[in-house]
């Protein structure tokens, strides 16, 4: 890791990739220069959830959503 830090090695994609799953974060999180606040911390929640569903599953949840959002822009 030092050699990468400072750039002594070149960083590949597969350890690139390893990093941000070590790290429980996407990785244009590690590309992107966000500062605190910058990013949406729910919308991540959200699509961390949604990337492990299966096409069925995210079909569900969007439906739901868009139920929730009806129903929310009805009586608030």
Not at 37 to 58: F, T
Request: aromatic share 6%; net charge negative.
């Amino acid at each position: 890791m030092s050699h990468i830090e400072t750039a002594n090695t070149k960083l590949s994609l597969s350890v690139f990739i390893d990093i941000a799953q070590a790290l429980e974060v996407r990785t244009d999180a590690l590309v992107h220069d966000y500062t605190a606040g910058s990013v949406d911390c729910s919308m991540e929640e959200i699509i961390a959830i949604l990337e492990r569903c299966s096409a069925k599953e995210s079909r569900i949840i969007a439906e739901l959503v868009k139920a929730a959002k009806q129903s929310f822009d009805m009586y608030l």
